[in-house]
């Protein structure tokens, strides 16, 4: 079954003394998702998989070696539960491994003898402790995209997923950041090459995929501390007293836009976080047909005890803030030339 999906004239004689070997070993490799792997658990395994802190990583392995050189290899120091090889569509291995020992003092022992040990001349590997990283980011979303839409899209394309998080980006504002947890650093790691390959699509989004980077997980961390329980604040907004008419609001924004020609404004609100206690975090974008940049952002919204609906709140904040940046733009002569909405005659939606 290997051979039939490896390409011919690729290492052939490496591939053939590796059939041989699984057919005198009586050993089964199975192949899933661009990696190979042996045992998890292995024949003749009694109980559940070993702890925490007992695989090891191996790298810089010369791309035409396998499993009939590594498992003997790796298996002489202690009794391997599970070794997995990283592979190319050509056949060839990717140059990294992961072997997991029965236990943390065999996994030790494989560190100390093989850690700079020379494959080949003037080839040593490197071999040191797993990170076992379990969390991806997934950057590039689009500021529409919903968490229930990721999370169905994320079941459907990968396995093991855990939680997912969507967070504001720190560095593009019509952007957004997901970070993803697995339920170990295989489902991880299987993911990652899932979504790198396009299964991940949401319109026309440049999206990445990376391993979750700490410094950034503690910066996002932060960003999503609660605001106080007495207000509510926009992307780019002050701070808002609650309740605040959303009719009134609506009022005083659409007698500006008349009084300065520009048509009637147009507000978007859309529930993209639910927190444990209650808070919503909402995106909202309001535009004016016909305008070149439409204003957006964020803002953190209470559960409604005094009739207001979530939604209407989030269009207070938004309508603010258009009444803040008109003001700003039409009240000075240096930026009014600037301004993204175009004058014209009185329109309505």
């Not at 780019?236 to 020609?261: M, Y």
Request: aromatic share 8%; hydrophobic share 40%; charged share 20%.
């Amino acid at each position: 079954l290997l051979l039939q999906t490896w390409t011919n004239g690729i290492n052939e004689a490496s591939k053939m003394a590796l059939l041989a070997w699984e057919k005198e070993t009586g050993i089964e490799l199975v192949q899933i998702n661009g990696q190979r792997r042996y045992g998890g658990p292995p024949p003749g395994w009694v109980g559940g998989p070993p702890p925490a802190g007992t695989e090891v990583y191996i790298a810089r392995l010369p791309q035409d070696i396998y499993e009939d050189t590594l498992i003997p290899l790796f298996g002489s120091v202690g009794r391997l539960y599970e070794f997995r090889l990283m592979m190319t569509f050509s056949g060839l291995n990717r140059g990294f491994a992961y072997a997991r020992y029965a236990s943390r003092q065999d996994a030790r022992s494989a560190i100390a003898a093989f850690h700079r040990f020379q494959l080949r001349r003037g080839r040593a590997i490197v071999v040191c402790w797993s990170t076992q990283k379990r969390e991806l980011l997934v950057s590039g979303l689009g500021a529409w995209v919903s968490q229930q839409e990721l999370e169905a899209t994320l079941q459907r394309v990968t396995e093991g997923i855990c939680s997912v998080t969507l967070h504001a980006s720190p560095s593009q504002t019509q952007a957004r950041l997901a970070v993803l947890k697995y339920r170990s650093h295989e489902a991880a790691a299987l993911a990652k090459k899932a979504l790198m390959e396009g299964n991940l699509r949401f319109g026309e989004a440049n999206m990445r995929v990376d391993w979750l980077d700490p410094q950034l997980k503690q910066k996002l961390q932060l960003c999503e501390e609660e605001p106080p329980s007495s207000w509510v604040q926009g992307g780019e907004s002050p701070a808002v007293p609650l309740p605040l008419s959303l009719q009134n609001v609506l009022d005083c924004l659409n007698t500006l836009c008349w009084k300065h020609h520009l048509r009637t404004p147009l507000i978007m609100t859309k529930c993209v976080q639910m927190n444990p206690n209650g808070w919503q975090r909402f995106w909202y974008q309001v535009a004016i047909p016909g305008s070149r940049v439409p204003i957006s952002g964020f803002t953190w919204i209470s559960l409604d005890r005094q009739g207001q609906s979530e939604h209407e709140k989030a269009k207070v904040v938004a309508a603010l803030h258009v009444l803040r940046v008109l003001a700003e733009s039409l009240v000075s002569p240096c930026t009014a030339s600037s301004l993204p909405f175009p004058k014209g005659p009185l329109g309505g939606w």
